[in-house]
């Protein structure tokens, strides 16, 4: 059974996070939830609303993946963690490290979460303003 992923991060980017992760990987529709955090919303109100999300989605293991360590979306998320052994939490989500998530939620829990952080930071480096586009073919001229 694959690990679902649910991404809570302040509106309007775990939806947008979501969507990214569907045009590459159509089929996980049903194992990617995104919950958008509104600037306004109490955070209790957000955590019965990802409580909602999980328990509509059923069992099962899960990684949540927020956006900012020690923001309202991840203060949220670590209560869904507590006596939850089939949840686990990474801070500091990006997209290279959701597609590796999405990629590899086969795998065991803790194997997706190594997977999942070695995407993130192996995802961030600088590139070159004077490097030639034929070197770096993902790079547009």
Do not use: K, W
């Not at 991060?9 to 990617?32: G, I, M, N, T, W």
């Not at 609303?49 to 991840?74: E, K, Q, Y």
């Amino acid at each position: 059974m694959n690990t679902s992923l649910l991404i809570i991060a302040h509106a309007p980017l775990a939806q947008a996070l979501r969507e990214c992760a569907l045009h590459v990987f159509p089929d996980c529709a049903d194992e990617v939830l995104a919950l958008d955090v509104p600037p306004d919303e109490a955070p209790e109100q957000t955590l019965s609303a990802a409580r909602a999300l999980l328990a509509r989605h059923g069992p099962g293991s899960v990684l949540v993946l927020s956006d900012l360590f020690g923001a309202t979306p991840c203060n949220v998320a670590r209560h869904l963690i507590e006596d939850a052994p089939q949840i686990r939490l990474i801070a500091g989500v990006n997209l290279p490290m959701l597609l590796r998530a999405v990629c590899y939620r086969a795998e065991p829990l803790e194997t997706l979460v190594a997977r999942a952080l070695a995407g993130g930071t192996q995802g961030m480096l600088q590139v070159a303003a004077a490097a030639a586009p034929e070197s770096h073919p993902t790079c547009l001229p």
